[in-house]
């Protein structure tokens, strides 16, 4: 029996194919595993081109905002909390600005002894604003309050009992909204994982606890398919150290999973948004080796299992306090950082891909304090940041925004080059093939006459 040599082509094409195979997956998993280790170089300062405008609101009290939502005509609400109003006493405070960061109007909200709002959701016909009230007891009871688009109040509700009950965030969901927060009234331990569902007039439906004999918190909720995802932490392991927390509960508030993440030491979670396959919860770690606290992203698949884990930061404390999900792929994380920058403490913005891998990484500050505890997305690769700063404006702390446009380069990583090595061997390969087929096929045309 006689073999026919194999043809050049075929030998090439073979080689290629086999390099497709036995390299392809050598360079994702180094992609997938690349460091996650930030330094100074790959957090540069905001440049002078990427600024479009920073803004600060306040007075000459202590003004601190703790998030922001895009509203109409590009523009968005701020919501937080004033001393700057009433001397001695906290008073939630809202600003609404246009696309150029110019105040259009602004309203304060007061109950008890003093009032604080979180979060705010954008309605139908305005906003739904989430806070809390506080007593010269120290108690504290969760507040909502639904507004019109001009700041009119609707309604307002309270719901709490004698100890702390507080609330941190909220959701839409089809027949009402779902509130998130910590209790001491209700549930086993001494804070307890707080879940509150109301109608569309705030009507109290239920109201669920979480958690086991220590200290635990939610702070984060989404609605996806009619189910709850929730982000917090727990120490209901009784040593100290928090549990980077993730529950999923059905429309009634019933415990579908829960689950925790990170290391030996004290793992926070602090927000959460939706991935194509999963979830991605982001908060911080103090379970590092070589550094005081890191930011501490996880993903999961859709039923909670780990999908990677990672963190991010310099030598210092660093924490990612806002995630959101970007309009061109990939998740952009808003908090603040002691590593970077040129400030004791700077607004950190960075964005990640799919697989946590750093595409790119700002920070914006001045010489004292500034944190971002939201990020609003206006356009392609077209951020505002919004928190606080003492560094400039009227008082000890005032609101502050930044907004951002970074070039469309920016989205470019290392990790690209691995794609492009992928897709020409594996479009060589194909090309090759083909010449080998109808390479073959002529031949065996020539062997028939």
């Known amino acids: ?101 110019t105040m259009v109007w602004n309203k304060t909200y007061q109950e008890n002894d003093g009032t604080e709002f979180r979060n705010a959701l954008k309605t139908t016909d305005g906003f739904l604003l989430v806070g809390n009230t506080f007593s010269q007891s120290g108690d504290e009871d969760a507040w909502i309050v639904r507004i019109d688009d001009q700041g009119n109040v609707l309604w307002n509700k309270m719901i709490g009992e004698e100890k702390l009950d507080k609330i941190f965030s909220a959701a839409s969901a089809p027949d009402g909204f779902v509130f998130v927060g910590l209790t001491d009234s209700f549930g086993n331990g001494g804070s307890d994982g707080w879940v509150i569902k109301t109608d569309m007039d705030g009507k109290l439906l239920w109201n669920k606890t979480f958690g086991g004999s220590g200290d635990d918190a939610f702070r984060s909720i989404i609605v996806t398919n009619n189910r709850y995802l929730i982000a917090g932490y727990t120490d209901s392991n009784g040593n100290g150290n928090y549990g980077f927390w993730f529950v999923k509960t059905d429309e009634n508030g019933t415990l579908l999973w829960s689950k925790t993440y990170g290391g030996p030491e004290s793992n926070k979670a602090y927000a959460l948004t939706g991935a194509e396959d999963g979830y991605i919860v982001v908060g911080d770690t103090h379970s590092t080796e070589k550094t005081d606290v890191d930011a501490l992203i996880v993903k999961t698949d859709l039923d909670g299992k780990l999908l990677w884990i990672k963190t991010y930061g310099g030598d210092n404390f660093d924490e990612a306090s806002t995630v959101i999900r970007a309009r061109n792929g990939g998740y952009v994380i808003a908090g603040f950082t002691f590593s970077y920058g040129k400030g004791q403490r700077d607004i950190w913005i960075f964005k990640i891909d799919d697989f946590g891998n750093n595409v790119w990484s700002r920070v914006y500050g001045r010489e004292a304090f500034e944190e971002a505890y939201s990020v609003v997305e206006m356009g392609d690769n077209e951020f505002v940041a919004g928190g606080w700063t003492n560094s400039i404006g009227s008082g000890s702390y005032d609101y502050y925004a930044v907004r951002m446009k970074l070039a469309a380069s920016s989205e470019f990583a290392a990790r690209d080059l691995g794609y492009y090595v992928l897709a020409f061997l594996g479009s060589t390969a194909v090309v090759l093939l083909g010449c080998l087929y109808f390479q073959l096929k002529r031949q065996k045309g020539k062997t028939k006459l």
Not at 22 to 31: E, F, N, Q, R, S
């Open 1 to 101: 029996m006689h073999y026919r040599r194999a043809s050049p082509i075929f030998r090439v094409a073979l080689l290629i194919c086999l390099c497709v195979f036995a390299v392809g997956p050598l360079i994702m998993k180094a992609y997938s595993n690349a460091s996650n280790s930030l330094n100074n170089s790959d957090a540069p300062s905001l440049s002078t081109s990427e600024l479009l405008w920073e803004k600060t609101y306040g007075g000459p009290g202590d003004d601190r905002a703790f998030c922001a939502v895009p509203t109409d005509n590009n523009g968005f609400l701020i919501v937080g909390s004033s001393t700057s109003f009433i001397p001695g006493k906290t008073t939630a405070w809202i600003v609404r600005v246009d696309s150029d960061g």
